[in-house]
């Protein structure tokens, strides 16, 4: 990967005192591989709703950056819950999506049957089940675990490898934590 190559890292701030439908912040990050930060952009989503995906791909056009080759989102379910379509992502955005998380996983179906019913249950299901397959992936030692559209196992290696300089988490990912976390706090303190 280019050293130049710029990659959107997106995550968000979750506290656990907000409620069902209350906002929950939302940042990207703009990270080369050298570390280089060349942007940020916030924005918020619903906290158990299902506006995540439309929530990501807006942050993405609001930067309009067409030098964004990749856009990685801090795993599938921010915001408790509110899952994101990996496949309407990389459609809109026009660019490979890849979606991260640190700890091994037995899987959301059963979390979300205790955290939802009928509809709501139904609806987060088939988003869930539409997902790309999550893979487990080796870097340096440290596991991270990726479903990717627009990307083979290869390119996901490539672009994570040049992307994660130690401690087993992508810059662009760390980053755009850090921003969440800031600007939440910046919120809470309105």
């Known amino acids: 990967m280019k050293a130049g190559t710029r990659v959107l890292g997106v995550a968000e701030s979750y506290r656990g005192d907000r409620s069902p439908g209350e906002p929950s912040t939302l940042a990207g990050a703009v990270v080369r591989p050298d570390r280089s930060v060349d942007g940020f952009a916030f924005g918020s989503l619903t906290v ?4 995540g995906t439309a929530a990501v791909a807006e942050l993405f056009s609001e930067l309009d950056r067409e030098d964004v080759r990749y856009l990685l ?3 599938i379910a921010p ?4 899952l994101l379509d990996l496949r309407e992502l990389a459609t809109v955005v026009d660019r490979p999506v890849c979606a991260v998380s640190f700890e091994e996983s037995a899987g959301l179906e059963a979390p979300l049957r205790e955290a939802f019913s009928g509809e709501e249950l139904a609806r987060r299901l088939a988003l869930y089940d539409r997902l790309p397959p999550r893979r487990e992936l080796d870097l340096d ?3 991270l675990y990726w479903r990717g559209v627009g990307l083979d196992r290869g390119e996901a290696r490539d672009l994570l490898s040049a ?4 401690g087993g988490r992508p810059e662009p990912l760390r980053v755009a934590r850090l921003a969440a976390r800031a600007a939440d706090r910046f919120r809470g303190d309105l």
């Open 141 to 143: 030692g440290h596991t």
């Open 73 to 75: 989102v801090a795993g």
């Open 163 to 166: 992307t994660t300089p130690g």
């Open 48 to 51: 158990g709703g299902l506006d």
């Open 79 to 82: 915001a408790w819950y509110n």
